[in-house]
Structures are given as C-alpha cells and as structure tokens.
C-alpha cells in the first residue's frame, strides 16, 4: 500500500474534541512505552510525524495523521503507567475508552504488546475489555529486536493461549519492530483490506448485486456507516 502524503492533523483531549467522522480510521493502544507512536511513524513511513520518547506516559492526548488525504492513523495515550497522577489517568483513560466505544468511524485497533515479556495481568484485562465491547482489534507484538525469536514466540503463544477462550475466532496477531523497520508490509495489509472492504461496501450501496459477504472488514466498513450511538460502558478495568 503506497501513503503518498502523511501529515499531522489535530489533537484531542476527548471525544467532543476529535474531528468530523469522514476518514477511516486505525488506532494504536497499548500499555506506556510499548512503541505506539514509533509504529505509527513506521506505518506511515515519516520518521518523526509522531513524538517519541522513552519516558512512559509521554503521548497525553488522542492525536490525529491523516494518510493519504483518505484515512487516518490515530496515537492513542497508554495505559498502565503508575507514575502519572492518578486523576489525569483516569482522564486520559476516560478519554481513550470514549473514542474506543464511540467513534463510528474506528476501523481497526491495533492493540500492541511488548514482545519481550510474558503475558502482562493488565494487556490481558485490556483485551477482554475489547472483547466484550466487541472493538475490532489486531495483537501487535512489538520490539522484536530487543528478544530472541524463541522468546518471542513463547510470549506470543502464552498471550494467545490466555485469550483463546474469550473468541469464536481469535485476534490476528502481528510483530512489529520500529528499529529493525520489520511489519510494516503486514500492518498496511490490515488498512487495505479494511479500506477495500469500505469501498466495496459504497459501490454495493449503489448496485445491492454487488455486497461484500462474511469477510470481517466488511463487517468493520459498516462501524463507518453507522449513525453515533452510545453503548453501555462495562467496568473499565484499566
Ligand atoms: N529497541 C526498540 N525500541 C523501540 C521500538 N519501538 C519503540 N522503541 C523505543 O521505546 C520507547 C517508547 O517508544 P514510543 O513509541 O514513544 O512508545 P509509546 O507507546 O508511544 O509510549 P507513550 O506515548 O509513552 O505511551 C522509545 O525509547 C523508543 O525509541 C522497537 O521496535 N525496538
Ligand atoms: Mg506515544
């Protein structure tokens, strides 16, 4: 998938303040420091669009890059890091389940695990929490160049085998690593196939003959046509 132009948009303390709903779009989450802003400038193939810092806690708002000018990726603020007070937590956190339950035009999380560790009790929590709030999501481990393959590999079949229980059918799972510049081909399937399925949605809109069937981004392109509803908000456990 070619990004001919990949630009930095807006930033968003919460969902009020997000922008029009036009653009598909594919956000990263995951615990502080686990690599989502690196991804992103990966993904989008622009060192620097997004912030990076070794400080955990470091990406506070929802931040909006538009790819393309006909999608965006979305910097999401972490989750699980202590040091930050615990009534701005609650904020950002507040803030990132709001757009995670209600943005209409959300096509895919993509929900980012440290490779190099065995399942997190707090990754685990997160995912069930996307689960019973039926999110569409894909499990990125990431900083594959810091661990071994073998290590790598256990970690990943510790996590699925947790979750498998939680699924008719399990997540896809992806590795990533922003130094090595490995995952970048892969990510960028899961925003084509999704933006097909989109379009493949707007043309069956105009000719029924042609509606996609049972693929699960034909059943993501539909969050995008969906009016603005609230769900009920389980117990955040994060
Ligand atoms: N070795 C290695 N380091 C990485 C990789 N990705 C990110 N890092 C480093 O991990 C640290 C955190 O990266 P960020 O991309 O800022 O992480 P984040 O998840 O956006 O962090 P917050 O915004 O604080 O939630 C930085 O020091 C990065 O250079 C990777 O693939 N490999
Ligand atoms: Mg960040």
Redesign the pocket.
């Known amino acids: 998938m070619n990004i001919s132009s990949a630009i930095f948009d807006c930033s968003a303390p919460d969902l009020d303040s997000c922008p029009d709903e036009s653009l598909p779009e594919f956000a990263?989450i995951?615990?502080?420091?686990?690599?989502?802003?690196?991804?992103?400038?990966l993904l989008s193939g622009k060192q620097g669009l997004?912030?990076?810092?070794?400080?955990?806690?470091?990406?506070k708002l929802i931040n909006f890059f538009t790819m393309s000018q006909g999608w965006r990726l979305v910097?999401l603020?972490?989750y699980g890091?202590a040091q930050v007070a615990r009534q701005d937590r609650s904020q950002f956190n507040q803030a990132v389940a709001d757009y995670l339950q209600h943005r209409t035009n959300l096509c895919c999380v993509f929900a980012?695990l440290d490779s190099g560790l065995p399942p997190q009790a707090i990754d685990l929590e997160f995912v069930e929490w996307l689960a019973r709030n039926a999110i569409p999501f894909v499990l990125v481990f990431?900083?594959?160049?810091?661990v071994a393959p073998g290590t790598v590999r256990a970690n990943i079949e510790a996590f699925t085998d947790r979750i498998s229980g939680w699924f008719e059918k399990p997540p896809a799972v992806f590795t990533?690593?922003?130094?090595?510049r490995q995952g970048r081909g892969a990510l960028l399937g899961v925003v084509a196939e999704a933006m097909a399925a989109i379009q493949a949605e707007s043309q069956s809109s105009q000719n029924p003959a042609l509606a996609p069937t049972g693929s699960p981004a034909a059943g993501r392109s539909k969050r995008v046509l969906k009016p603005h509803r609230k769900r009920p908000q389980p117990t955040r456990p994060w």
């Open positions: 990263f995951g615990r502080s420091n686990v690599g989502k802003s690196s991804l992103l400038n997004a912030r990076v810092s070794p400080t955990p806690g470091f990406t910097d603020p972490g890091f980012l990431t900083k594959t160049d810091k990533c690593s922003a130094t090595a």
